[in-house]
Protein backbone atom coordinates (compact mmCIF):
# COMPACT_ATOMS: atom_id res chain seq x y z
CA UNK A 1 0.00 0.00 0.00
CA UNK A 2 0.76 3.55 -1.03
CA UNK A 3 1.84 5.73 2.86
CA UNK A 4 0.67 9.34 2.77
CA UNK A 5 2.02 11.20 5.34
CA UNK A 6 0.82 14.97 6.16
CA UNK A 7 2.84 17.24 7.95
CA UNK A 8 2.49 19.25 10.14
CA UNK A 9 0.01 17.45 12.29
CA UNK A 10 -1.25 20.13 13.78
CA UNK A 11 -0.45 24.38 12.26
CA UNK A 12 -1.53 27.34 14.54
CA UNK A 13 -2.15 30.34 12.00
CA UNK A 14 -3.64 33.43 12.23
CA UNK A 15 -6.65 35.34 10.02
CA UNK A 16 -4.72 36.77 7.07
CA UNK A 17 -1.85 34.34 7.07
CA UNK A 18 -0.07 32.11 4.39
CA UNK A 19 -0.25 28.46 5.14
CA UNK A 20 1.36 25.44 3.06
CA UNK A 21 0.41 22.06 4.20
CA UNK A 22 2.55 18.93 2.65
CA UNK A 23 1.75 15.27 1.75
CA UNK A 24 4.81 12.73 0.90
CA UNK A 25 3.37 9.29 -0.93
CA UNK A 26 5.93 6.39 -0.37
CA UNK A 27 5.88 6.15 -3.71
CA UNK A 28 5.53 7.84 -6.60
CA UNK A 29 1.51 8.39 -7.48
CA UNK A 30 1.93 10.87 -10.38
CA UNK A 31 -0.24 13.72 -10.39
CA UNK A 32 -2.90 11.50 -8.65
CA UNK A 33 -3.91 13.50 -5.31
CA UNK A 34 -6.39 14.96 -3.68
CA UNK A 35 -6.94 17.34 -0.90
CA UNK A 36 -10.55 17.48 1.22
CA UNK A 37 -11.51 19.69 3.91
CA UNK A 38 -12.88 18.28 7.28
CA UNK A 39 -15.66 20.74 9.71
CA UNK A 40 -16.21 19.22 13.25
CA UNK A 41 -19.23 16.48 12.59
CA UNK A 42 -19.81 17.28 8.81
CA UNK A 43 -18.27 15.15 5.84
CA UNK A 44 -15.16 15.95 4.07
CA UNK A 45 -15.41 18.21 1.17
CA UNK A 46 -13.23 18.38 -2.09
CA UNK A 47 -11.00 20.78 -2.58
CA UNK A 48 -8.69 19.88 -5.14
CA UNK A 49 -8.08 17.03 -7.62
CA UNK A 50 -5.15 15.75 -9.66
CA UNK A 51 -2.66 18.09 -7.73
CA UNK A 52 -3.51 21.49 -9.05
CA UNK A 53 -6.89 21.60 -10.04
CA UNK A 54 -9.59 23.54 -8.21
CA UNK A 55 -12.88 21.67 -7.39
CA UNK A 56 -15.71 23.74 -8.60
CA UNK A 57 -17.30 26.43 -5.61
CA UNK A 58 -14.02 26.71 -3.70
CA UNK A 59 -12.35 29.61 -3.55
CA UNK A 60 -8.99 30.91 -5.38
CA UNK A 61 -6.93 31.71 -1.84
CA UNK A 62 -6.62 27.92 -1.96
CA UNK A 63 -3.88 25.90 -4.45
CA UNK A 64 -2.17 22.86 -4.75
CA UNK A 65 0.49 21.67 -6.20
CA UNK A 66 3.50 18.99 -6.55
CA UNK A 67 4.24 15.95 -8.73
CA UNK A 68 5.68 12.36 -7.78
CA UNK A 69 5.77 11.91 -4.07
CA UNK A 70 5.87 15.79 -2.83
CA UNK A 71 2.77 18.13 -2.83
CA UNK A 72 1.62 20.68 -1.29
CA UNK A 73 -1.24 22.76 -0.51
CA UNK A 74 -1.02 26.35 0.49
CA UNK A 75 -4.24 28.44 1.13
CA UNK A 76 -2.51 31.71 0.59
CA UNK A 77 -4.71 34.43 3.34
CA UNK A 78 -6.74 32.71 5.53
CA UNK A 79 -9.94 32.99 6.51
CA UNK A 80 -12.00 32.37 9.46
CA UNK A 81 -13.80 29.73 7.10
CA UNK A 82 -10.74 28.02 6.45
CA UNK A 83 -10.16 26.71 10.43
CA UNK A 84 -10.80 23.24 9.73
CA UNK A 85 -8.84 19.88 9.16
CA UNK A 86 -7.14 18.86 5.78
CA UNK A 87 -6.56 15.24 4.27
CA UNK A 88 -5.15 14.54 1.43
CA UNK A 89 -5.45 11.01 -0.68
CA UNK A 90 -3.27 9.46 -3.44
CA UNK A 91 -5.85 7.87 -6.23
CA UNK A 92 -2.83 6.42 -8.61
CA UNK A 93 -3.19 3.11 -6.84
CA UNK A 94 -5.82 0.87 -5.22
CA UNK A 95 -5.74 0.61 -2.14
CA UNK A 96 -6.15 4.18 -1.98
CA UNK A 97 -5.32 5.71 1.41
CA UNK A 98 -5.49 9.08 2.79
CA UNK A 99 -2.92 11.28 4.95
CA UNK A 100 -3.65 11.59 8.50
CA UNK A 101 -5.08 14.46 8.36
CA UNK A 102 -3.40 18.44 9.54
CA UNK A 103 -5.48 20.30 11.68
CA UNK A 104 -5.18 23.72 11.32
CA UNK A 105 -6.68 25.76 14.36
CA UNK A 106 -6.51 29.45 15.59
CA UNK A 107 -3.33 31.14 16.96
CA UNK B 1 -26.86 17.43 -8.55
CA UNK B 2 -26.20 13.84 -7.20
CA UNK B 3 -27.14 13.32 -3.71
CA UNK B 4 -26.15 10.60 -1.54
CA UNK B 5 -27.74 9.09 1.97
CA UNK B 6 -26.40 6.20 3.93
CA UNK B 7 -28.76 4.42 6.34
CA UNK B 8 -28.15 1.24 8.33
CA UNK B 9 -28.23 0.27 12.18
CA UNK B 10 -26.60 2.54 14.26
CA UNK B 11 -25.65 -0.78 16.82
CA UNK B 12 -24.24 -4.32 15.62
CA UNK B 13 -22.98 -6.40 18.20
CA UNK B 14 -19.14 -8.03 17.79
CA UNK B 15 -19.11 -10.67 15.38
CA UNK B 16 -22.13 -9.63 13.21
CA UNK B 17 -22.12 -8.63 9.77
CA UNK B 18 -22.72 -4.49 9.61
CA UNK B 19 -24.75 -3.73 6.74
CA UNK B 20 -24.92 0.21 5.27
CA UNK B 21 -27.12 0.97 1.99
CA UNK B 22 -25.92 4.61 0.24
CA UNK B 23 -29.27 5.33 -1.75
CA UNK B 24 -28.37 7.84 -4.71
CA UNK B 25 -30.41 10.38 -5.62
CA UNK B 26 -29.69 12.86 -8.96
CA UNK B 27 -28.26 10.33 -11.33
CA UNK B 28 -28.10 6.38 -11.58
CA UNK B 29 -25.85 4.11 -10.33
CA UNK B 30 -25.25 2.39 -13.22
CA UNK B 31 -23.93 5.72 -15.27
CA UNK B 32 -20.15 5.12 -16.82
CA UNK B 33 -19.73 8.82 -15.41
CA UNK B 34 -19.22 7.58 -11.27
CA UNK B 35 -17.79 4.89 -9.28
CA UNK B 36 -18.99 4.78 -5.98
CA UNK B 37 -17.12 4.15 -2.52
CA UNK B 38 -17.24 3.57 0.85
CA UNK B 39 -14.77 5.49 3.41
CA UNK B 40 -15.24 5.27 7.57
CA UNK B 41 -13.76 7.34 10.04
CA UNK B 42 -13.09 6.27 13.92
CA UNK B 43 -14.27 8.79 16.11
CA UNK B 44 -11.50 11.59 17.09
CA UNK B 45 -9.55 9.86 14.22
CA UNK B 46 -8.55 10.57 10.49
CA UNK B 47 -10.22 8.88 7.51
CA UNK B 48 -9.97 5.17 5.98
CA UNK B 49 -10.66 4.21 2.42
CA UNK B 50 -13.04 1.10 3.21
CA UNK B 51 -13.31 -0.10 -0.88
CA UNK B 52 -15.07 1.57 -4.28
CA UNK B 53 -17.00 -0.35 -7.07
CA UNK B 54 -17.31 0.43 -10.69
CA UNK B 55 -20.45 0.57 -12.26
CA UNK B 56 -19.33 -2.42 -14.27
CA UNK B 57 -19.27 -3.91 -11.30
CA UNK B 58 -15.35 -3.89 -10.39
CA UNK B 59 -14.55 -3.90 -7.15
CA UNK B 60 -11.43 -2.75 -4.91
CA UNK B 61 -10.92 -2.90 -1.33
CA UNK B 62 -8.70 -2.25 1.78
CA UNK B 63 -6.18 -4.77 2.04
CA UNK B 64 -6.62 -4.48 6.04
CA UNK B 65 -10.42 -5.08 5.79
CA UNK B 66 -10.46 -7.07 1.97
CA UNK B 67 -11.38 -10.28 4.22
CA UNK B 68 -14.36 -8.87 5.76
CA UNK B 69 -15.74 -6.64 3.34
CA UNK B 70 -18.19 -6.35 0.08
CA UNK B 71 -19.73 -3.61 -2.04
CA UNK B 72 -22.41 -4.28 -4.06
CA UNK B 73 -24.76 -2.41 -5.83
CA UNK B 74 -28.93 -2.53 -6.41
CA UNK B 75 -29.51 -1.49 -9.75
CA UNK B 76 -33.46 -1.93 -8.87
CA UNK B 77 -33.35 0.41 -5.79
CA UNK B 78 -30.38 2.77 -7.46
CA UNK B 79 -28.14 1.89 -4.46
CA UNK B 80 -25.01 0.65 -3.34
CA UNK B 81 -24.63 -1.26 -0.17
CA UNK B 82 -21.55 -2.33 2.36
CA UNK B 83 -21.13 -5.36 4.16
CA UNK B 84 -18.25 -5.62 6.89
CA UNK B 85 -18.23 -9.09 8.89
CA UNK B 86 -16.84 -10.16 11.96
CA UNK B 87 -17.00 -6.61 13.26
CA UNK B 88 -15.01 -6.01 16.44
CA UNK B 89 -15.18 -2.42 18.66
CA UNK B 90 -12.31 -1.35 16.37
CA UNK B 91 -14.84 -1.30 13.62
CA UNK B 92 -17.04 1.50 15.34
CA UNK B 93 -16.84 4.86 13.09
CA UNK B 94 -18.68 6.91 10.97
CA UNK B 95 -19.31 5.65 7.38
CA UNK B 96 -19.02 7.49 4.55
CA UNK B 97 -20.68 7.03 1.31
CA UNK B 98 -18.98 8.60 -1.51
CA UNK B 99 -18.74 9.60 -5.39
CA UNK B 100 -16.22 10.15 -7.83
CA UNK B 101 -17.10 11.54 -11.25
CA UNK B 102 -14.82 10.43 -14.15
CA UNK B 103 -13.73 13.75 -14.26
CA UNK B 104 -12.16 14.63 -10.97
CA UNK B 105 -11.68 10.69 -10.11
CA UNK B 106 -11.88 12.07 -6.62
CA UNK B 107 -14.73 11.98 -4.25
CA UNK B 108 -16.53 14.92 -4.96
CA UNK B 109 -19.98 13.97 -3.52
CA UNK B 110 -20.29 12.64 0.11
CA UNK B 111 -22.95 11.57 2.12
CA UNK B 112 -23.73 13.24 5.49
CA UNK B 113 -22.02 9.99 7.09
CA UNK B 114 -23.64 7.40 9.79
CA UNK B 115 -21.94 6.64 13.00
CA UNK B 116 -22.11 2.82 13.81
CA UNK B 117 -20.56 1.76 16.98
CA UNK B 118 -20.25 -1.98 17.79
CA UNK B 119 -21.07 -3.02 21.30
CA UNK B 120 -22.90 -6.11 22.49
Known amino acids: DIQMTQSPSTLSASVGDRVTITCRAS??????LAWYQQKPGKAPNLLIF???NLESGVPSRFSGSGSGTEFTLTISSLQPDDFATYYC?????????FGQGTKLQIK | QLQLQESGPGLVKPSETLSLTCTVSGGSITSSSYYWGWIRQPPGKGLEWIGT???????YYSTSLKSRVAISVDTSKNQFSLKLSSVTAADTAVYYCATATVTSLAYDCWGQGTLVTVSS
Open chain 1, 50 to 52: KTS
Open chain 1, 27 to 32: QSISSW
Open chain 2, 53 to 59: IYYSGST
Open chain 1, 89 to 97: QQYNDYPYT
